[in-house]
């Protein structure tokens, strides 16, 4: 193919959420020639609808006893032995430089009237009130604000409405640019010797999210096919509290952000009976994956199983109360027709996060020379089984500044390519599924509780509506990347043999460190099939 286009740069970031344009700003402010490219707009994305907040300790504003380690230990806990110690300690650490650089680009925390400090809420998992939140429940509006202000400053040029189809590489096997396909279903190609995914999640492959539209697990795609390995894929973490609008809803629901249980919020089901009690230590602000297996066994267990939601009673906050700490929560209620304040909100669990992504380092390096990743599209290590609350904008902050450092570091030492080495290629033939089909058999055999006979009917449903394309549009990049991330997903699921955080087996139901406290990592082998690769070291990239 010859490209109708071509542009160059040093850095290119696929992506414009937390992590990207993090990344972005920071390389830019180190000398690079960078570039930044999503698919649709620059203020779309995953980032804009985080509610919760930036779990954050702070030296001066903190609980009484606070500490990062105690941060750090919650972390660890939450992932269930599968956290990386070394780099939880690296980001979390990393994490008050990060939310003050956040400050100086204009980003507007709330602040606590009386005492004048930081605003400061509690989530599921953390021990203390150490989440630093924005506009209330606003918080990755308020970021992505921020952000999209400093790259506007810096002058940074952004490339809309253009997909990345793939990475494209040496002769060596090298990352060396990125090809892309417009709106307009014209291609180009951007010459750059490093690369850096920043795509977000794949909410997409599930019926119900909180994800957007564009939450179609491109990245995972992307590195995959460039030579990379993926981890941990099989640890998909599922919101307990999204917005209930009725059965059969789907696409992106609305979330309920557990600050609301933060703030004393308790789940019950339809008789009023509380869901956690008696559950865990933490009650109603347990770990994720704890709270949404709590709720799915309690609606199983309801007369007829006919139930497919439990409530959320925040009643014993004032209207003007809910309104005022809660805004988005509170319209999305009242656009529901629900007020807050004396109804309990009808809540269900619905995906929400990878926990996995492409292997990568701490400093968002991968295997293959040149690739970077960083965000929710990348496995740092961080979060291991099963991410703690508002740890999500804090791996986004700090990763995505130490990819672009590290990226600066290996140009600046020779170890990138030559991008006049790069080897030019056509639109891809790649395999695709029917969308509604994936999103199905994901979301009924491949989501909260799996077994080994659910896993093999979703493969074969996979492969009875899959068809190998020419992939020239937005629609089929995604479809190609929602059927190669689900293979990876179902692939990691079937090998691990037990239930350990996200990743609950009917058929396994114990957890077993003897033997797999282990992260288990995919790759395409040189038939181009989805296959178990190794396992990670916990402590990056093996």
């Known amino acids: 193919m010859r490209s109708r286009w071509e542009a160059s740069a040093d850095v290119v970031v696929i992506g414009s959420g937390v992590a990207g344009l993090t990344a972005a700003l920071e390389a830019s402010r180190l000398g690079l020639r960078t570039l930044v490219v999503t698919k649709t707009y620059a203020h779309e994305g995953n980032t804009r609808w985080a509610q919760g907040g930036v779990a954050v300790v702070r030296a001066d504003e903190h609980d009484e006893g606070d500490t990062v380690d105690r941060h750090v230990d919650d972390t660890l806990r939450a992932g269930v032995g599968l956290c990386d110690a070394d780099a939880v300690a690296a980001i979390i650490g990393d994490g008050p430089a990060a939310v003050a650089s956040l400050r100086r680009y204009g980003a507007a925390f709330d602040v606590d009237a009386a005492s004048g400090l930081l605003a400061r809420t509690r989530e599921g998992g953390h021990t203390a009130y150490r989440v630093v939140h924005a506009g209330g429940d606003a918080t990755g509006a308020e970021v992505q604000r921020a952000l999209l202000t400093g790259v506007r400053k810096r002058a940074l040029t952004v490339l809309e409405s253009q997909v990345a189809v793939q990475v494209l590489r040496t002769p060596e096997g090298a990352a060396a640019g990125v090809l892309l396909l417009g709106a307009d279903g014209v291609a180009g190609v951007v010459r750059a010797p490093a690369v850096l995914l920043a795509t977000g999640g794949l909410g997409q492959l599930y019926q119900s999210t909180t994800n957007p539209d564009v939450a179609t697990a491109d990245g995972i795609a992307l590195a995959l096919r460039a030579g990379a390995s993926v981890a941990d894929m099989e640890f998909v973490q599922f919101h307990p509290t999204v917005l209930y609008t009725g059965r059969g809803s789907t696409g992106r629901r609305p979330l309920v952000t557990e600050a609301v249980r933060g703030e004393g919020a308790v789940l019950v089901d339809a008789s009023g009976a509380a869901v956690m009690a008696g559950v865990h230590p933490l009650g109603d602000l347990a770990p994720r994956d704890v709270v949404s297996a709590a709720i799915i066994r309690r609606l199983a267990e309801a007369p007829g199983g006919v139930d497919d939601h439990v409530y959320l009673d925040a009643t014993h906050l004032s209207a003007a109360a809910f309104r005022a700490r809660f805004p988005t929560v509170y319209a999305a209620c009242t656009a529901a027709s629900i007020d807050p304040s004396v109804e309990p909100i009808p809540v269900a669990p619905a995906a929400h996060f990878g926990c996995g992504g492409v292997a990568t380092t701490i400093d968002g390096r991968t295997e293959v ?54 080897v030019e290629e056509p639109l891809p033939v790649l395999s695709v599924a029917r969308r509604s089909t994936l999103q199905r058999v994901m979301s009924r055999h491949v989501a909260i509780g799996r077994d080994a006979c659910g896993l093999a009917v979703a493969e074969e449903a996979l492969d009875a509506t899959g068809t190998t394309t020419l992939v020239d549009t937005r629609e089929g990049v995604e479809d190609a990347a929602l059927a190669l991330a689900a ?6 699921a079937q090998e691990r043999h037990e239930s350990r955080g996200c990743h609950v087996r009917h058929d396994f139901t114990d957890t077993d460190d003897e033997r797999w406290r282990v992260s288990l990592a995919v790759r395409l082998d040189a038939e181009g099939q989805l296959v178990p690769a190794r396992t990670l070291a916990l402590d990056g990239v093996a």
């Open 369 to 422: 020379t040149g690739l970077y990743a960083a965000g929710e599209v990348a496995r740092t290590g961080l979060h291991g089984a099963n991410r703690l609350a508002s740890n999500s904008l804090l791996e986004g902050l700090v990763v995505g500044t130490r990819a672009a450092r590290a990226a600066v570091s290996d140009l600046a030492t020779g170890a990138l390519a030559d991008v006049d080495q790069m």
């Open 487 to 492: 293979r990876a997903v179902i692939v990691a």
